[in-house]
């Protein structure tokens, strides 16, 4: 195990930071097609058991590292991201590329437009390595409910990577990409980021275009990075955040600066652990954050408790206002104009059939409960109070950033869960998004940072949230929290070296598959 | 509010989505629904008057673009992705209904 | 006026959907245009594909705010919401239209005759794409099938609602036309009945009259010209009154007009209408024009028809005038500003509004008249006809020259050789035949009858020609004649 640099599944000496495969890359020190081989080899060997990606875009990809490489021969900048290998989770349009949403009612479809974080991804010189696994239409927490069959947690493949963003959090896990991109619409970047032992940021509502992203709960609705360090997820959340006119719900407000916060540290932050958010969690995921605050508290921070009141109405608040909005963003799908079709006599039992083929028994459950909440008669009761408890919520956070710069609790209620454990009971998984929903409905952002207890096999989450547009700040304490956690299940892990350009391009010391982390260490 | 909900109330919610659900189906929501509701008791509960409802986490207002023309999409990359299309246009089964 | 029989009143209300004129769509950048080829101009939003995302159009938003000044609405920050329904002429399968917070709302029309219809709301919504049915004849066992073209999709409409303050199908005619009139003022609509550029709902009840209670109503379709609303409207009057005289009762409901078979079908009825499920659109912020940009827009708005009326019946008014109907028909056309522009420079009203409603109008329904026409020439044409310098029939082909490729009427007059002579003109060469022919005009001053034929040959000599000789003779006469 020499050398490995992060809890992942994957082989020591190649986790080298997407920042420094980046800068690697542009300086001609090591080429993208190198690098990309690389991860596609691990691909090669784990992807069967993880499933992480619907599609994997190897062809594709070469041709993009090698246009990279062109690129830096010819003395062009090939962007801040050259050659670092990203996944999309699949419900992020590609131009001419399947987008299925792990959907079989999108079958066959091929977007022709890409989307705008896609774009800037692009243009940042990443290399697209393929598409990723989700919960179908990003509804779930475990990523079983895809088409597709579920994906695998790299550090315990009989449990689940969490979800909807769960192919895009093993795909980092596992090394098959150093970046990939998810969606949070109620934590489906931080509860599989913290499932999987990853970092996973859901911006500020607005910061990142969701143009081109499939809409789930468009009020809800975040695009944001997946990485294997927090200095790694600024630098992708600078490359994808900015205005786009394309987006209505896009912020004018300029791209943040994020990785000059993380040189800031932490001393003075005042830093607020949230009640409400520990309550009911279980022993170790509480533990963790109180670990993590005691941490944070020694380099400086003035760590307090914090009430924000409204929190323990956000979960139900959620499963009216998400599935309402999702009622009305998936009736497109009707087999008129793309997708699949199932031919019957009229009109109305063609859209019946059609629907009934083509989701999966989330969907259908969600739409049905959506459609319930807006209907004549209940909506006052159902959606439009949900939305007015959605304002008790924001005041209540609001109250609180008063006292604390950035607020802390834990991600999820606890570790990954045995594939299946809850597939039965859509109560209790609903329930694994309770600690994020909070920032969903709010707008604010919030971030999933590592956290190995010292005696799990599996890694938990600490979550991060700061007020709206409050990304730097997020960051900072984040690159804290990371500096501060346990090293990965008791490994004897190091820190990439500092300009770790010679390190990343020394060939691996240890090319054994990396076991479940906390295995080897005890 | 009750959380009852009758197999007719799921037929009803199921035709509105244009789902087609099988008797299965019906009776495995009906019982799914209500323990959501259920939950959601307290949400239904809270004494919210003269709270006002938020529909988009942040206020922004008057996001408008120029009446410029762009780009418009090829026909037949359109229609190839139709199910069936005939005569340029995306073509479907009789429709019954009247448009509501 | 007691009658053994009930006497029905007629309670009308009307929705009018206006198709904006702008360049482009409402939520996106596909151009806004009829007649194009089916589905070439679409795009990922106005098709609903996954991930796209709608975008406001300012200027639909813009002439949103100049109809709803023009009707005196207060214009409100508004909101757009979905309206959910399974159409296939939708391709999101909802609707975005403003519901409960409509940019405009509370004005009123006042018609030319003098009275007033309240205006509810005119909110802004995009419209569907266009269905084609093809096959089945009616026939239930064939299969028929229909085809769909989105250019239509997401064009952006102004749905105008009235308060149900019209009482006969005249008044309805005279509503739409007065709006529609408005509506192509301001730069909204085309008017295009026809393209479907301005499409009328009637909803219709009648109840006894002197009874303040509104009856149950029905909603009127496919009104496709304002002929079609008027016989529609007193079709289903009768219709109601006479189910309700024997004893029935009215259904709500949808119901088509048959142009052909002149009566309405029934359509479907409000009981199983859909629960469209309305919500805030989560895609869209709120609109919330600020009084800056409402005065910008308000200062845009040109002089309206009443008002333009007003400005003409005034204008030629102390001329003579002119009825309502040719006042309202030279606005509708445009020429008011001509004959007033020509009447405050000096032209007769009469003539003006004469010519103006014949011989201007007919050019331009024809489509002839290319050339804008310069109302001080104008003034000038009906100056000469006024003077007798042309007449009636020469005046016309100046016009007409005129109209067709612009110029000056005394040189088109000249040109063609109509060169009446001005009456200083005549009265130069009066003098001048007086002077040189004193023994001659004392003849005639002392009443000699056979000299006058002398003196006019010299005077139209003079003229060469231009003359008009019972003119010149008038004027030898009038000076002979004793002081």
Not at chain 1, 327 to 336: E, H, I, P
Not at chain 3, 189 to 194: A, F, I, R, V
Not at chain 3, 292 to 321: I, K, M, N
Not at chain 3, 395 to 420: Q, T, W
Request: glycine share 10%; proline share 7%.
């Amino acid at each position: 195990m020499t050398g490995a640099t992060g809890p992942g599944g994957g082989r020591a000496g190649r986790e080298a930071s997407a920042v420094d495969l980046a800068e690697a890359v542009r300086s001609g020190t090591r080429s993208a097609r190198e690098v990309l081989e690389e991860h596609l080899e691990i691909v090669g060997v784990r992807e069967p058991e993880i499933h992480a990606f619907n599609l994997v875009l190897a062809d594709e990809a070469r041709a993009e590292a090698d246009a990279v490489d062109a690129a830096v021969a010819a003395g062009r900048d090939p962007g801040p991201l050259a050659g670092v290998p990203v996944a999309l989770k699949d419900n992020l349009c590609t131009r001419g590329v399947p987008t299925t949403c792990s959907s079989r009612i999108l079958e066959g479809w091929r977007p022709p437009y890409d989307a705008t974080a896609v774009s800037r991804l692009r243009a940042a010189g990443a290399v697209v390595v393929g598409k990723t696994n989700l919960d179908e239409f990003a509804m779930g927490s475990s990523t079983e409910n895809s088409a597709f069959g579920p994906t695998r947690n790299p550090h315990d493949p009989s449990r689940v990577p969490g979800g909807s963003s769960g192919g895009s959090a093993a795909a980092v896990a596992a090394g098959f990409a150093a970046l990939a991109l998810g969606s949070d619409t109620g934590g489906s970047i931080r509860q599989p980021a913290a499932l999987c032992g990853v970092v996973g940021a859901k911006p500020t509502y607005g910061l990142v275009s969701r143009y081109g992203l499939v809409a789930f709960a468009s009020s809800l609705d975040q695009i944001g990075p997946f990485a294997r360090t927090v200095e790694d997820a600024a630098a992708l959340m600078e490359v994808i955040a900015g205005h786009d006119p394309a987006d209505s719900t896009s912020l004018a407000a300029p791209p943040p600066s994020l990785r000059e916060a993380l040189e800031l540290g932490v001393e003075g932050l005042r830093l607020g652990v949230v009640t409400e958010l520990m309550d009911g969690v279980e022993p170790e995921a509480a533990a963790a954050v109180q670990q993590a605050a005691a941490a944070l508290e020694g380099l400086g921070a003035k760590v307090g408790e914090v009430s924000v009141p409204a929190a323990v109405y956000g979960l139900s608040a959620y499963y009216l206002i998400a599935p309402a909005e999702a009622s009305s963003n998936l009736a497109r799908y009707d087999g008129v104009r793309y997708g699949l079709r199932t031919d019957a006599a009229d009109i109305t039992a063609m859209f019946s059939e059609t629907r009934a083929a083509g989701f999966g028994p989330e969907v259908k459950r969600r739409i049905m409960l959506g459609t319930y909440a807006l209907s004549a008669g209940y909506y006052d009761a159902y959606y439009g109070q949900a939305q007015r408890v959605r304002t008790l919520i924001i005041r209540d956070f609001e109250e609180a950033y008063r006292g604390f710069d950035a607020l802390l609790a834990p991600t999820t209620p606890g570790p990954a869960f045995e594939l299946g454990a809850k597939t039965q009971d859509p109560l209790a998984m609903y329930m694994s998004d309770v600690c994020t929903i909070p920032s969903n409905l709010t707008g604010q952002p919030a971030m999933s940072v590592p956290w190995w207890p010292a005696d799990q096999a599996l890694p938990l989450g600490v979550q991060v949230m700061a007020p709206p547009l409050g990304e730097a700040v997020m960051f900072r304490v984040g690159a804290a929290v990371e500096a501060a956690s346990p090293p990965a299940g008791g490994v004897e892990a190091a820190s990439p070296p500092a300009g770790g350009v010679e390190a990343a391009s020394q060939p691996a010391g240890g090319v054994e598959a990396a076991s479940p982390p906390k295995a080897g260490g005890g | 509010m009750s959380s009852r909900i009758s197999r007719e109330d799921v037929a009803h919610v199921a035709h509105l989505a244009r789902l087609a659900l099988s008797d299965a189906e019906i009776d495995l929501f009906a019982g799914q629904l209500a323990a959501v509701l259920e939950h959601a008791e307290d949400v239904a509960a809270l004494d919210t008057s003269g709270v006002a409802p938020t529909a988009h986490p942040l206020p922004v207002r008057n996001v408008l673009r120029p009446d410029e023309p762009g780009s418009c999409l090829d026909r037949e990359e359109v229609l190839a992705q139709a199910p069936q299309a005939e005569d340029g246009r995306f073509r479907v089964p009789r429709i019954l209904g009247e448009e509501p | 006026m007691t009658t053994t029989r009930t006497e029905w009143e007629t309670v009308i209300g009307l929705e009018v959907h206006c198709e904006l004129r702008t360049a482009t769509k409402l939520f996106c950048r596909c151009p806004n245009r009829f007649g194009a080829e089916p589905n070439t101009l679409v795009c990922p939003v106005c098709l609903g594909l996954p991930g796209s995302l709608p975008v406001l159009n300012r200027q639909a938003v813009e002439l949103a705010i100049r109809i709803g000044l023009a009707l005196g609405c207060e214009v409100r920050p508004s909101v757009f919401h979905r309206k959910n329904y399974f159409y296939p002429d939708m391709p999101k399968d909802y609707q975005v239209s403003q519901y409960d917070e409509p940019i405009n709302v509370s004005g009123h029309l006042e018609l030319p005759d003098g009275s007033r219809v309240g205006i509810e709301r005119a909110h802004i919504e995009e419209d569907t794409g266009k269905i084609t049915h093809v096959g089945g004849g009616g026939r239930i066992h064939e299969a028929a099938h229909s085809l769909i073209d989105y250019n239509r999709a997401g064009v952006p409409l102004v749905e105008i609602v009235s308060a149900p303050d019209i009482r006969s199908a005249e008044q309805a005619r005279a509503y739409v036309s007065e709006l529609r009139a408005i509506l192509v003022a301001t730069g909204a609509s085309d008017g295009k009945m026809e393209e479907g550029s301005l499409r009328v709902d009637a909803n219709v009840s009648v109840r006894p009259v002197g009874s303040s209670a509104f009856g149950t109503r029905c909603e009127i379709k496919n009104l496709n010209s304002l002929r079609s609303l008027g016989r529609a409207i007193e079709h289903e009057a009768e219709r109601q009154a006479a189910i309700i005289e024997e004893g029935g009762t009215i259904r709500q409901e949808t119901r088509h007009w048959d142009e052909a078979a002149g009566r309405t079908r029934t359509g479907r009825t409000k009981e199983q209408s859909e629960d469209y499920r309305y919500f805030p659109e989560p895609d869209l912020v709120p609109v919330a024009p600020d009084d800056d940009w409402l005065a910008g827009v308000a200062a845009g708005l040109p002089t309206l028809p009443a008002a333009r009326r007003d400005r003409l019946a005034e204008a030629v008014g102390s001329a003579g005038g002119a009825g309502t109907a040719e006042v309202a028909l030279l606005v509708e056309l445009g020429l008011d500003d001509l004959v007033v522009a020509a009447v405050e420079a000096g032209a007769d009203g009469r003539i003006a509004v004469n010519r103006a409603t014949n011989e201007i109008a007919a050019a331009r329904t024809a489509g002839q008249g290319s050339v804008a026409l310069d109302p001080a020439a104008f003034a000038r044409l009906v100056s000469m006809e006024a003077d007798g310098r042309l007449t009636a029939t020469q005046a016309k082909s100046v016009l007409a020259e005129l109209l067709a490729s612009g110029g000056d009427p005394e040189a088109i007059a000249k040109a063609k050789g109509y060169e009446a002579l001005s009456s200083d003109a005549l009265a130069g060469f009066v003098d001048q035949v007086i002077s040189e022919n004193p023994a001659e005009w004392e003849k005639m001053r002392a009443g000699d009858p056979k000299i006058v034929g002398f003196l006019v040959g010299r005077v139209m000599k003079l003229a060469r020609g231009n003359a008009d000789g019972g003119a010149v003779t008038d004027e030898l006469r009038r000076r002979a004649a004793p002081s």
